[in-house]
T-cell receptor, first 115, second 119 residues
Framework: AQSVTQLGSHVSVSEGALVLLRCNYS??????LFWYVQYPNQGLQLLLK??????LVKGINGFEAEFKKSETSFHLTKPSAHMSDAAEYFC?????????????FGQGTRLTINP | DAGVTQSPTHLIKTRGQQVTLRCSPK?????VSWYQQALGQGPQFIFQ???????QRGNFPDRFSGHQFPNYSSELNVNALLLGDSALYLC??????????????????FGEGSRLTVL
């Protein structure tokens, strides 16, 4: 079975500072990994995804994540935080039953940006 | 190009009642998945529909049922509502990944959700 653990339910950084959101996964097969962002009262928007190609993945809004198999990690980073980055972030691992896609999500990390 | 649309956006029910939530997938998509997101939690997979059949199901009781129509839209039904069913219900659509295909991930596109409050 697949699972995801997000370390830190709340992360607070200053505007302009580095953003680091941690995600560790467990999977019995090579995983497909995703980061989603959820703004208040909205659905989920895909930030980036790892699909077994390059281990460093670049996404939207300046975010990137690095797949490290030895550490079973897929941490999300952004060099310089912006006020608009304040949101809930979810890491997810995909399962491939019968050729369709199902996501297993972590508990989420709420990112707060301080001015 | 319309994205995933869900209705209603908010609703309030009482314990024991039944509720139906609706979802229209993104244009060109043929698969609909439903997720339950309780307050402060990550979304949890309920089930997935393709070709009008339930293909996969998460760890949810039979009180949760669904349907997919020929136009690919879908409904989620919850019977005998409990207080614990209060949550944001998210619909996501995607394309089925062809067997033997590589690199395709069947990216999910999410709607904004239906927020259900059970009193």
């Amino acid at each position: 079975a697949q699972s995801v653990t997000q370390l830190g339910s709340h992360v607070s950084v200053s505007e302009g500072a580095l953003v680091l959101l941690r995600c560790n996964y467990s999977s019995s097969v090579p995983p497909y990994l995703f980061w989603y962002v959820q703004y208040p009262n909205q659905g989920l928007q895909l930030l980036l995804k790892y699909t077994s190609a390059a281990t460093l993945v670049k996404g939207i809004n300046g975010f990137e994540a690095e797949f490290k198999k030895s550490e079973t990690s897929f941490h999300l980073t952004k060099p310089s935080a912006h006020m608009s980055d304040a949101a809930e972030y979810f890491c997810a691992v995909s399962v491939y039953p019968q050729g369709a896609q199902k996501l297993v999500f972590g508990q989420g990390t709420r990112l707060t940006i301080n001015p | 190009d319309a994205g995933v649309t869900q209705s209603p956006t908010h609703l309030i029910k009482t314990r024991g009642q039944q509720v139906t939530l609706r979802c229209s997938p993104k244009s060109g998509h043929d698969t609909v998945s439903w997720y339950q997101q309780a307050l402060g939690q990550g979304p949890q997979f309920i089930f997935q529909y393709y070709e009008e059949e339930e293909r996969q199901r998460g760890n949810f009781p039979d009180r949760f049922s669904g349907h997919q129509f020929p136009n690919y839209s879908s409904e989620l039904n919850v019977n005998a509502l409990l207080l614990g069913d209060s949550a944001l219900y998210l619909c996501a659509s995607s394309l089925v990944i062809p067997r033997g295909g590589s690199q395709a991930t069947g990216e999910l596109f999410f709607g904004e959700g239906s927020r259900l409050t059970v009193l």
